[in-house]
Every structure is written in C-alpha cells, then in structure tokens.
C-alpha cells in the first residue's frame, strides 16, 4: 500500500507542475515492475549465486545505488542501462517494497 | 461500476453470463493456458499465485521442457542436455494441473479448447503461448527431412544433440556454415552468440576449420559486440556476410550439402540453418494470427485484438520493441497473468511493466548482454529505456556477465516453471 502511495503522490506532484486538469498518466505499481527484478535477482529459492538478493535490501542503499546508476555516478555492467527507465519516485516505491520483503 | 460494465462489454462482445459460464454459476473461474514453455508456465503459475481460486490448466504437449536458453552451449560443450531438460512437477505442486496433450482445436464463441487426445477444456479465459513453428519451404530445399541432415537447433533437444554431434564428427579444416533468417524470429542474437560457441569448440578441438554465416540482414541484435568478440577470441575463423554482401540465401541443397546465396554457392561440412518462422500452429488454427502468421494483441492486456477472451504471449504475439526472447515471453505472461485475474474480478487490468534482458555467451567467462524496459502505449509496447554492454570493457566485466547469465537462467526457470 505504502508503495502504491508513492507512486500515486509522484503522479499527482508530476500533474500539478505542468498545470494539467489531465488524468494522471497510467503508472505500473512498484509490485509490477518489482516482479521483472526477481527474474536476475531471485527470490532466495532461484538460488543466484552472482547477482544480489533485493529482499530485505535497505531502502537508502537502493536508492543510492539506483540514481547512482541512472545518473552515470555509479559504473555497472547492466544496471545502468535498466535504472534509466525510472524517476525518483519509481525508485523511492521500488526501495519501499523490496525493504519490506 | 461504469468501468467495469464498459469493460466487460468490450472485452467479450458477448452477455456477460454467456461469456463466462463458470463465473454465472458461481463456479471458480476456469484459465486454460496452451504452452508450458517460457510464456505459458509463467503465465499458469501467476494466474494461480493471484488466484488460488482458479482452476489453471495447462496444456504441454511433451513431458519435458528442453529449454533454447544455454542450449548453444551444449552445442559448443560447455554445458550438457541434462542442464537445459526441466518437468512439470514443481509447478504442478503449486496447484496448476497440467496435461500433457496437444491443444488442436479452439472455439472462441463457446469458449473450449480440444486436445487431440478427445479431450474438450472449458475456459473463462485462454492463454496460448505456443512458441513457433517453422514455415517448412519457405526456404528452397529446407523442409522436415533436410532438417535431419542439416539441423536447425532452433527448438532444442534432438536437434541440439544432432548439431553437436555432426561437430563432434566433422574434420579439422571444415567449414560450418549458419544461415541466419530475416526479421522478425527467435532470439535475435541467438545465430551469432552460436558461432561464437561453435568457434569455442573448434578453436580447441578443429583449429584449422572455420565459420561462415550467412545472413540476409544488414544489422543484427548485439552486433558491434559480436564483431569485438570474434576478433577478440577467434581471429579469422568467422566470417560474416550480410544483405550488402550478397548473403541472403535462396536455395539449400541438403544432398550435395550446400547453400546458395546471392553472394554465390558455398559447400559446408556442417550446414545449420535457421528457418522462417511464423506463430505455433495452434494460433493459426484459433484465428488469432495475421497474414503473416504473427498475433496483433492490446498491449496493455496480451488478449488478442482478433479473437476476444485468448490471450497470446511469447514469440507468438507481435510486442513492438520486445525481441521474442524467453525474458520477454517470462515478462508479458506476468503482465498477461494479472490483467486476467482483474478482467475474472470485473475490475481494470492495472498498468503493466515490461522488461527483457538477453544475455549472450561466446567463450567461457566471456559474456555481454541487451536489455531494456518497455511500457504499454496505445501505439503498442514502447521502450522506456535500455542498451547493450559497452564495448572494450575489460576483461572482468565479461566474466561478471557470464555468471549474471547462469543467474539469470536460475531466476527465470524458477519464476517459469519452478
Ligand atoms: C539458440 C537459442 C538461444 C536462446 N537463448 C535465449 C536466451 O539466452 N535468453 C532468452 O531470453 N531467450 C532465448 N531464446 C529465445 C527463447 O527460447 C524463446 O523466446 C522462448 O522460448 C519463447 O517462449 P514461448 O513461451 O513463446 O515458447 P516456448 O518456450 O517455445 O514454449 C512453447 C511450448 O508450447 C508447446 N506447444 C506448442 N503448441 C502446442 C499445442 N498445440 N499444444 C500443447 N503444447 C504446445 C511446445 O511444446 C513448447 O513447450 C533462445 C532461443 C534459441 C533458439
């Protein structure tokens, strides 16, 4: 729920600054675009062995490890490239569900 | 309210109580999923996690699934058939009841699916994921039996054996010639990452043989990183000749093992050739393909803009900027997954997330990746953002890509059918 919140305050922030009476833009919830994360990263049952485990993974941590990676502060063979399709709040909901699993 | 009469309306063109006579009798609601590769498993075992009440079915016609992931890697030999053959019995103990006949028949109006074994499923909602079938012909001189001498390893399983094993026989100093197809088909990178698994075979075992594809593209998925890696890894032993260089194949001649390009005819000692393809049989049959024998779906929901309450996913369906790729079928059927449960519910399917990631291996311990995340636009699945590895990166982001790839094959075959 918490993170679903996030979403939709991101949402609504987004909408009041450009001044639209628009309808939101549609957002997937972070639970979906959290449950393409598990496909590398596992529930600890996959068993990876390289990749890092999300569940229980700090929120901060994530969050600085994720804008680090958008923004080209962090190196990365893959991350990079996969961060840059969030915004600040995307990952805000993504840490707070992944810090709560 | 007004959302979900609309919906309901609109999505089943039908009365509500016709449409779904399980729902009308207060039965648990019935999904039928055609398919147990990696759209379909995935897509059965997340309709029953969101809906315990379900009755899922799956459809599979053989008893082991023989995954096209890693099996380049049986072929160059770093890997074994063992690794790549998995059983329905994990995702079976979560409650999805799997069947293992081939589906034959579809009727949308009356909403059953026929096995050929007699059998006639009802369903609220189908699912079919029936991966490819090849378009036998569509290439001169390639059908069934020129696939026994020349193999196309394109499903695996006896023909990755084949494939390996012709290798195995062939002498040091032949030639291995790939003939790749046209857009769209299976696994963009896949005939490339298999040249460099063939070459880590032969560069230990055949030194003196080499490598030609054959390729009617003039671009292809991953290429600058192909190119790095065969010079890198393989100097000399791979040549690639594309559309401008006259390398679009017209005719194969399995008897005198040789292909014929525009570029001219080639002799091979090992000849794979990767066919046209088209959508698995059963979306033809269920009117859910077009002309050219891809499925058109809303990519908000993967049900079919032709046939109203089937779904299609995987390499079956045409979604816009995803490659067919098992983390793409793995990722649409998620998606598909949860719009089904809101449509059971009457409520509105939530905005789905797309995402793919590739991984190639061409040598032990050297690896490299494509990836991207998509979204659902009323023009169809768009990238959000995405890109290949870099080019020149030292030797130990590589290797780390390689071991993501083994990662990644846990991960999906877990969320899959584990
Ligand atoms: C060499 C190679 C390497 C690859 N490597 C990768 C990789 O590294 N990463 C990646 O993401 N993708 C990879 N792919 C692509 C991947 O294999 C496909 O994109 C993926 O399998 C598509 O999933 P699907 O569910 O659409 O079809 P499939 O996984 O093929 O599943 C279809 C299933 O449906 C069954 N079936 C079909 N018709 C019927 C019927 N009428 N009744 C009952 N059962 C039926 C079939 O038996 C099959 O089990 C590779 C492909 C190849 C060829």
């Keep these: 729920m918490c993170t679903q919140r996030i979403v939709l305050v991101g949402t609504v922030l987004a909408t009041a600054a450009f001044g639209l009476a628009a309808p939101a833009p549609a957002a997937p919830t972070a639970e979906t675009i959290a449950r393409n994360c598990v496909v590398c990263h596992g529930p600890k049952e996959a068993g990876q062995l390289e990749i890092p485990k999300l569940a229980d993974y700090p929120a901060r941590k994530m969050i600085e490890m994720m804008t680090g990676f958008r923004d080209g502060q962090k190196e990365a063979t893959i991350m990079n490239r996969i961060a840059k399709a969030f915004s600040d709040e995307q990952i805000a909901a993504l840490a707070a569900y992944f810090a709560n699993r | 309210m007004t959302t979900r009469r609309t919906f309901l309306g609109a999505s089943l063109g039908l009365g509500a109580t016709l449409a779904l006579p399980n729902l009308a009798r207060g039965a648990s609601p019935k999904v039928v999923v055609v398919g147990g590769g990696f759209g379909g498993g995935t897509a059965a075992r997340y309709v029953k996690m969101l809906m315990p009440a379900a009755e899922v079915t799956l459809v599979e016609r053989d008893k082991q699934f023989v995954t096209c992931p890693f099996s380049n890697y049986v072929i160059g030999g770093i890997e074994k058939m063992q690794t790549i053959t998995h059983g329905y019995d994990k995702i079976a103990k979560r409650g999805v009841k799997v069947v293992h006949d081939e589906a034959v028949g579809v009727d ?288 130990k982001d590589r290797d780390l890509e390689a071991a993501y790839a083994y990662d990644w094959y846990r991960g999906i075959m877990y969320d899959a059918l584990g």
């Design chain 2, 108 to 395: 949308p109006a009356a909403r059953k699916v026929t096995l050929k074994g007699g059998r006639v499923l009802d369903y609220d909602r189908l699912v079919l994921s029936p991966g490819i079938d090849f378009v036998w012909g569509g290439l001169e001189g390639y059908d069934e039996a020129a696939a026994e001498i020349m193999p196309h390893a394109w499903k695996a399983g006896p023909q990755t054996v084949l494939l390996r094993k012709q290798l195995e026989a062939m002498r040091d100093g032949g030639t291995v010639i790939i003939v790749a197809p046209a857009n769209p088909f299976r696994c963009p990178p896949g005939p490339y990452e298999r040249a460099g698994m063939i070459a880590w075979y032969l560069k230990k075992s055949k030194p003196k043989s080499k490598i030609l594809i054959f390729d009617p593209k003039e671009t292809f998925s991953k290429q600058a990183l192909f190119f790095e890696s065969y010079e890198n890894l393989y100097p000399g032993m791979i040549q690639w000749i594309g559309g401008k260089q006259g390398g679009k194949v017209t005719k194969v001649d399995s008897k005198k093992m040789t292909v014929e390009a525009e570029f001219g005819e080639e002799k091979g000692d090992v000849i794979n050739v990767v066919p046209p393809q088209r959508a698995g049989r059963i979306a033809q049959v269920a009117g859910v393909a077009d002309e050219k024998g891809w499925c058109p779906i809303d990519p908000k929901t993967m049900e079919s803009t032709k046939v109203k309450g089937v779904h299609v996913v995987g390499d079956a369906c045409i979604a816009g900027a995803m490659p067919k790729s098992g983390t793409s079928a793995n990722s649409q059927a998620r998606n598909a997954a949860a719009a089904i449960v809101a449509m059971l519910q009457g409520k509105e399917p939530p905005e789905p997330s797309y995402a793919n990631t590739c991984y190639s291996i061409v040598a032990e311990g050297y690896g490299f990746s494509v990836t991207a995340m998509y979204s659902a636009t009323p023009e169809g699945i768009k990238e959000i953002a995405g890109g290949v590895s870099k080019l020149k990166a030292p030797p």
